[in-house]
Protein backbone atom coordinates (compact mmCIF):
# COMPACT_ATOMS: atom_id res chain seq x y z
CA UNK A 1 0.00 0.00 0.00
CA UNK A 2 0.91 3.26 -0.36
CA UNK A 3 -0.22 6.89 1.70
CA UNK A 4 0.49 10.66 1.12
CA UNK A 5 -0.76 13.01 3.67
CA UNK A 6 0.43 15.75 1.02
CA UNK A 7 0.79 13.15 -1.55
CA UNK A 8 3.17 10.53 -0.26
CA UNK A 9 3.14 6.37 -0.68
CA UNK A 10 3.30 4.20 1.88
CA UNK A 11 3.11 0.55 3.06
CA UNK A 12 0.67 -1.16 5.24
CA UNK A 13 -0.45 -4.36 6.48
CA UNK A 14 -1.65 -6.37 3.39
CA UNK A 15 -3.71 -9.44 2.96
CA UNK A 16 -2.56 -12.77 3.03
CA UNK A 17 -2.45 -13.19 -0.79
CA UNK A 18 -0.35 -10.34 -1.28
CA UNK A 19 3.28 -9.58 -0.75
CA UNK A 20 3.82 -6.11 0.61
CA UNK A 21 7.02 -4.53 -1.25
CA UNK A 22 6.78 -0.55 -0.59
CA UNK A 23 7.44 0.76 2.61
CA UNK A 24 5.20 3.84 4.11
CA UNK A 25 7.16 6.58 1.51
CA UNK A 26 6.48 9.94 2.44
CA UNK A 27 7.79 13.11 0.01
CA UNK A 28 11.50 14.98 -0.15
CA UNK A 29 11.71 16.66 3.28
CA UNK A 30 8.04 15.73 4.16
CA UNK A 31 8.54 15.96 7.98
CA UNK A 32 10.13 19.78 8.00
CA UNK A 33 9.14 20.73 3.87
CA UNK A 34 12.03 22.17 2.05
CA UNK A 35 13.32 25.32 3.44
CA UNK A 36 17.03 25.42 2.56
CA UNK A 37 17.27 28.53 5.00
CA UNK A 38 15.81 26.73 7.76
CA UNK A 39 17.51 23.83 7.07
CA UNK A 40 20.10 23.34 9.66
CA UNK A 41 17.77 24.57 12.68
CA UNK A 42 15.04 21.70 11.71
CA UNK A 43 18.07 19.41 11.16
CA UNK A 44 17.45 15.66 12.67
CA UNK A 45 19.59 12.87 13.94
CA UNK A 46 18.83 9.47 13.79
CA UNK A 47 17.98 8.94 17.41
CA UNK A 48 16.25 12.21 17.34
CA UNK A 49 13.53 12.83 20.24
CA UNK A 50 11.10 13.59 17.42
CA UNK A 51 10.74 10.51 15.81
CA UNK A 52 9.69 8.65 18.67
CA UNK A 53 5.84 8.60 17.50
CA UNK A 54 7.06 7.42 14.16
CA UNK A 55 9.30 4.74 16.03
CA UNK A 56 6.40 2.98 18.08
CA UNK A 57 4.21 3.33 15.17
CA UNK A 58 6.74 0.73 13.05
CA UNK A 59 6.38 -1.58 15.74
CA UNK A 60 2.71 -1.50 16.71
CA UNK A 61 2.05 -2.08 12.74
CA UNK A 62 5.12 -3.50 12.07
CA UNK A 63 5.77 -1.50 8.74
CA UNK A 64 8.75 0.43 7.65
CA UNK A 65 8.43 4.16 6.98
CA UNK A 66 10.58 6.49 5.25
CA UNK A 67 10.14 10.14 5.86
CA UNK A 68 12.54 13.28 4.91
CA UNK A 69 14.29 15.65 6.80
CA UNK A 70 17.87 17.43 6.79
CA UNK A 71 20.48 15.46 8.99
CA UNK A 72 23.69 16.63 10.48
CA UNK A 73 26.37 14.24 10.50
CA UNK A 74 29.56 15.05 12.11
CA UNK A 75 32.35 15.08 9.85
CA UNK A 76 30.55 15.35 6.70
CA UNK A 77 27.82 18.25 7.60
CA UNK A 78 24.42 19.19 6.83
CA UNK A 79 22.34 16.91 3.91
CA UNK A 80 18.92 16.40 2.84
CA UNK A 81 18.19 12.99 3.98
CA UNK A 82 15.64 10.01 4.44
CA UNK A 83 15.11 8.48 7.85
CA UNK A 84 14.21 4.47 7.76
CA UNK A 85 12.54 3.29 10.55
CA UNK A 86 11.79 -0.57 10.44
CA UNK A 87 9.83 -2.40 13.11
CA UNK A 88 12.79 -3.90 15.10
CA UNK A 89 13.80 -0.46 16.37
CA UNK A 90 16.68 0.30 13.78
CA UNK A 91 16.58 3.85 12.17
CA UNK A 92 18.72 4.25 9.05
CA UNK A 93 19.65 7.05 6.76
CA UNK A 94 19.83 7.93 3.20
CA UNK A 95 21.83 10.98 2.11
CA UNK A 96 20.86 12.51 -0.88
CA UNK A 97 23.66 11.91 -3.59
CA UNK A 98 23.14 14.30 -6.13
CA UNK A 99 22.65 18.40 -5.25
CA UNK A 100 20.51 20.73 -7.45
CA UNK A 101 21.73 23.74 -8.46
CA UNK A 102 21.78 26.17 -5.61
CA UNK A 103 21.28 23.32 -3.01
CA UNK A 104 25.17 23.55 -2.52
CA UNK A 105 25.00 26.45 -0.97
CA UNK A 106 23.43 25.42 2.18
CA UNK A 107 23.91 21.04 1.80
CA UNK A 108 26.22 18.83 1.22
CA UNK A 109 26.16 16.04 -1.07
CA UNK A 110 25.63 12.66 0.52
CA UNK A 111 26.54 8.69 0.06
CA UNK A 112 23.01 7.28 -0.18
CA UNK A 113 22.24 4.41 1.74
CA UNK A 114 21.91 0.45 1.63
CA UNK A 115 19.09 -1.59 0.44
CA UNK A 116 15.99 -1.59 2.27
CA UNK A 117 14.97 -5.27 2.85
CA UNK A 118 10.73 -5.36 3.28
CA UNK A 119 8.86 -8.30 2.88
CA UNK A 120 11.60 -9.97 1.32
CA UNK A 121 12.08 -7.48 -1.54
CA UNK A 122 15.25 -4.88 -1.91
CA UNK A 123 14.27 -1.23 -2.42
CA UNK A 124 16.52 1.56 -3.28
CA UNK A 125 15.92 4.92 -2.42
CA UNK A 126 16.49 7.94 -4.17
CA UNK A 127 15.69 11.80 -3.29
CA UNK A 128 14.92 14.22 -6.07
CA UNK A 129 18.26 15.09 -7.95
CA UNK A 130 18.97 11.49 -7.60
CA UNK A 131 16.79 10.90 -10.26
CA UNK A 132 18.06 12.99 -12.92
CA UNK A 133 21.31 10.86 -13.28
CA UNK A 134 20.80 7.75 -14.97
CA UNK A 135 23.86 5.99 -13.57
CA UNK A 136 21.80 6.01 -10.08
CA UNK A 137 18.79 3.53 -11.15
CA UNK A 138 21.53 1.90 -12.96
CA UNK A 139 23.42 1.37 -9.52
CA UNK A 140 20.14 0.28 -7.62
CA UNK A 141 19.42 -2.23 -10.64
CA UNK A 142 22.86 -3.72 -10.42
CA UNK A 143 22.73 -4.08 -6.57
CA UNK A 144 19.55 -6.36 -6.55
CA UNK A 145 16.52 -3.92 -6.22
CA UNK A 146 13.33 -4.51 -7.18
CA UNK A 147 11.74 -1.26 -6.25
CA UNK A 148 13.00 1.96 -7.11
CA UNK A 149 11.75 4.49 -4.24
CA UNK A 150 12.16 8.32 -4.96
CA UNK A 151 10.54 11.44 -3.09
CA UNK A 152 10.53 14.40 -5.27
CA UNK A 153 9.36 18.14 -5.40
CA UNK A 154 8.41 18.16 -8.83
CA UNK A 155 6.60 21.40 -10.24
CA UNK A 156 4.08 20.90 -13.25
CA UNK A 157 6.61 22.03 -15.97
CA UNK A 158 8.77 19.26 -14.89
CA UNK A 159 6.48 16.84 -14.15
CA UNK A 160 6.23 15.29 -17.78
CA UNK A 161 9.48 15.13 -18.50
CA UNK A 162 10.67 13.61 -15.41
CA UNK A 163 7.49 10.92 -15.01
CA UNK A 164 8.61 9.88 -17.95
CA UNK A 165 12.15 9.15 -17.12
CA UNK A 166 11.20 7.45 -14.12
CA UNK A 167 9.28 5.40 -16.76
CA UNK A 168 11.95 4.54 -18.55
CA UNK A 169 13.81 3.51 -15.85
CA UNK A 170 11.06 0.84 -14.61
CA UNK A 171 10.94 -0.66 -18.57
CA UNK A 172 15.20 -0.52 -18.85
CA UNK A 173 15.67 -1.81 -16.13
CA UNK A 174 13.05 -4.29 -15.00
CA UNK A 175 12.38 -2.75 -11.52
CA UNK A 176 9.19 -1.23 -10.22
CA UNK A 177 9.32 2.29 -9.28
CA UNK A 178 7.82 5.00 -6.83
CA UNK A 179 7.31 8.57 -6.80
CA UNK A 180 6.13 10.42 -3.99
CA UNK A 181 5.71 14.31 -4.80
CA UNK A 182 4.47 17.10 -2.56
CA UNK A 183 0.86 18.14 -3.14
CA UNK A 184 0.71 21.27 -2.07
CA UNK A 185 3.67 24.06 -2.05
CA UNK A 186 6.65 24.44 0.19
CA UNK A 187 9.15 26.93 0.84
CA UNK A 188 7.51 29.31 -2.01
CA UNK A 189 8.47 26.30 -4.69
CA UNK A 190 4.88 25.10 -6.64
CA UNK A 191 4.46 20.93 -6.24
CA UNK A 192 2.36 19.07 -8.73
CA UNK A 193 1.20 16.25 -6.81
CA UNK A 194 0.69 13.35 -8.48
CA UNK A 195 2.84 10.61 -6.73
CA UNK A 196 2.50 7.73 -8.67
CA UNK A 197 4.30 3.75 -9.43
CA UNK A 198 5.21 1.85 -12.03
CA UNK A 199 5.82 -1.59 -12.77
CA UNK A 200 8.87 -3.32 -13.76
CA UNK A 201 8.51 -3.21 -17.88
CA UNK A 202 6.83 0.52 -17.40
CA UNK A 203 3.21 0.08 -17.01
CA UNK A 204 1.31 2.55 -15.17
CA UNK A 205 0.24 0.67 -11.64
CA UNK A 206 -1.54 3.78 -9.99
CA UNK A 207 -1.12 8.00 -10.05
CA UNK A 208 -2.70 10.40 -8.08
CA UNK A 209 -5.07 12.76 -10.84
CA UNK A 210 -4.12 16.16 -9.24
CA UNK A 211 -2.51 17.90 -6.44
CA UNK A 212 -3.11 18.33 -3.20
CA UNK A 213 -3.92 15.17 -0.22
CA UNK A 214 -4.31 12.04 -1.89
CA UNK A 215 -3.81 8.45 -0.59
CA UNK A 216 -1.81 6.61 -3.02
CA UNK A 217 -2.37 2.52 -2.58
CA UNK A 218 -0.14 -0.40 -4.45
CA UNK A 219 -0.37 -3.87 -3.34
CA UNK A 220 1.64 -6.63 -4.78
CA UNK A 221 -0.05 -9.87 -5.09
CA UNK A 222 0.15 -13.58 -7.17
CA UNK A 223 -0.85 -12.27 -10.04
CA UNK A 224 1.67 -8.70 -10.06
CA UNK A 225 0.67 -4.37 -8.80
CA UNK A 226 -2.76 -3.62 -8.08
CA UNK A 227 -3.30 -0.26 -7.37
CA UNK A 228 -6.17 3.01 -6.57
CA UNK A 229 -6.17 6.20 -5.15
CA UNK A 230 -8.12 7.73 -2.39
CA UNK A 231 -9.22 11.39 -2.45
CA UNK A 232 -8.23 12.89 1.35
CA UNK A 233 -9.27 16.44 1.20
Known amino acids: MARSTTEDPDDATAPSDSQPTVPRRRNKLSLTGYEPALARRLAMTVD ?81 ADTSHPEHAQCAAAGGASLYAASVLVSEQGYAGDTQRLQDYARRHSMSVLMANHGTPTGGWPAAGRSAMWAAGGSLIVAANTSGERLVCATQRADGWHGHMVAIR
Open 48 to 128: DARLEPLRKLVQEESIVIVVGAPVFLPGTGLHIAAFVLSPGGSVSVYTKQFLHPGEEQVFVPGSGGPLIQVAGSAVALAIC
